[in-house]
Each structure stands twice: as structure tokens, then as C-alpha cells.
């Protein structure tokens, strides 16, 4: 059976186990722990807090574990995975460079009658500044450090040599995407035109850390000026 399985896995063991994980996870995540049915039994902000403990434990948590259970080098498959900063000198530039469009594309998004229904996740989170600041530094590290580090890391980058850059962008596309089913319409069109920019920047810098910092301050910006639109105390 283990003979049989090393063969069915590849050239990567790690690799194939993480992929059968994340195949499970996201399953999970898009439907039995998603906040939208979690929040049906509890608070709306308790709710999204435990779908982002969740979602940073099966995105980001577990495939670490198994990659340290299962690899001789560690250090060197996360750093394949893009968990590392590259090339940083053009990392850092693009970042520096796409921060005031990710802020532009927050202050547009919150303008939008459908994602102000969408944003913030918890609307409670507009409770107080307090409130408000502790829920986007959940947002930042347990939601938008795990998806970074799974669509542009893990299912994009070590894809790429092993399929080629244009299908590896492709698939990251694809499921990133779908997970915005039930997101207005904008979103998710522009989640695909953002899977495609995000991916490109991974590939130019060998990680995933740059379009995190993109990605999060877009996602910050649109609930900041949502905050700053309905004002404490007003969720």
C-alpha cells in the first residue's frame, strides 16, 4: 500500500498529502463550517471569528504539520510553496506600487450596495474601534495569510514547472474564484481578474507574500471605509 501510494504521489509525498488535505478543506470550508451556516447557532461576530480559526487551521495549520510530518527538508518544500521572500527587491516595488490601487479598489468596493450587504463578514465588527481593529487583525492573519498562502502558494507555484505557467495560473484562477460564489457579482469577476494579477506577481517573485500584502490591504481598505461610512457604534 505505502509503495503504491509514493508512486500514485509523485515526486512530491508532502506535496500530494497537502493537496488531499486542501481537496477536503476547502470542501469543509465552502459548506459545513462557512460563516453563513455557522452564524445560523451563534453570534454573528463569534461566528466569523471561529470560520477564521478554521480557516487558517485547515489552510494553513495542518498542510504546515503535514509537510513537517512527512519531508526530510521542510524548510525547503515551504519555501517552494513560496513561503519565502524571493526575489524582494521586486517584490517589495510591485508591492509598494500596487498599495494605492488596492486602497482605490477598497474605497470603489465599498461604495457598491451589494458589498456593503457582503462587508464586513460580522457587521458587529462596526460595534466600536476596539471591535473594529481586533476583527481586522483576525482577517489579516487567519483568512488572508492561509488564502495567499494556498492559492498563490501550494496550488500555484509548485505547478508551475510541472504543468506550465498559463494552466498553473489557470487552476489557481479557477477554485479561487468559485469560493466567491455567492459574493456579488463585481467580486467575483473581480476574484478571476485578481487570481491572474496575484499570480503573475507570485511567479515574478517566487512568493506569495506580496500578494498577501496586496490582497489583505485591498480587503482592510473596502471594510475600513465601510467602518468610516457607518461610523461606531452603527453596524
Not at 482577517?139 to 507555484?157: D, N, S, T
Amino acid at each position: 500500500m505505502a509503495t503504491w501510494f509514493e508512486k500514485a504521489a509523485g515526486p512530491s509525498v508532502p506535496l500530494a498529502l497537502v493537496y488531499l488535505e486542501l481537496a477536503i478543506a476547502l470542501t469543509f470550508l465552502a459548506t459545513v463550517v462557512h460563516f453563513r451556516n455557522l452564524r445560523r447557532t451563534r453570534d454573528e461576530l463569534a461566528a466569523v471569528h471561529r470560520y477564521f480559526v478554521v480557516f487558517s487551521v485547515l489552510l494553513l495549520a495542518v498542510p504546515c504539520f503535514l509537510v513537517f510530518l512527512t519531508s526530510s527538508g521542510p524548510w525547503a518544500v515551504l519555501a517552494s510553496f513560496g513561503w519565502t521572500f524571493g526575489r524582494a527587491g521586486l517584490g517589495f516595488a510591485l508591492a509598494g506600487a500596487g498599495l494605492p490601487l488596492a486602497v482605490l479598489a477598497g474605497f470603489i468596493g465599498s461604495r457598491d450596495p451589494e458589498m456593503q450587504k457582503m462587508y464586513p463578514f460580522a457587521k458587529a465588527a462596526c460595534g466600536s474601534v476596539r471591535t473594529f481593529v481586533g476583527y481586522e487583525l483576525s482577517y489579516l492573519f487567519l483568512y488572508y495569510l492561509p488564502w495567499e498562502f494556498v492559492f498563490r502558494g501550494v496550488l500555484f507555484l509548485p505547478l508551475v514547472p510541472a504543468v506550465g505557467l498559463i494552466p498553473a495560473l489557470a487552476i489557481q484562477t479557477a477554485i479561487s474564484t468559485l469560493l466567491h460564489v455567492g459574493h456579488p457579482d463585481t467580486e467575483v469577476f473581480a476574484a478571476a481578474g485578481a487570481g491572474l494579477v496575484f499570480g503573475m506577481i507570485a511567479y515574478a517573485t517566487g512568493s506569495f507574500l506580496y500578494t498577501f500584502i496586496l490582497h489583505a490591504v485591498t480587503g482592510i481598505a473596502t471594510d475600513t471605509f465601510l467602518f468610516l461610512r457607518r461610523g461606531p457604534g452603527r453596524p
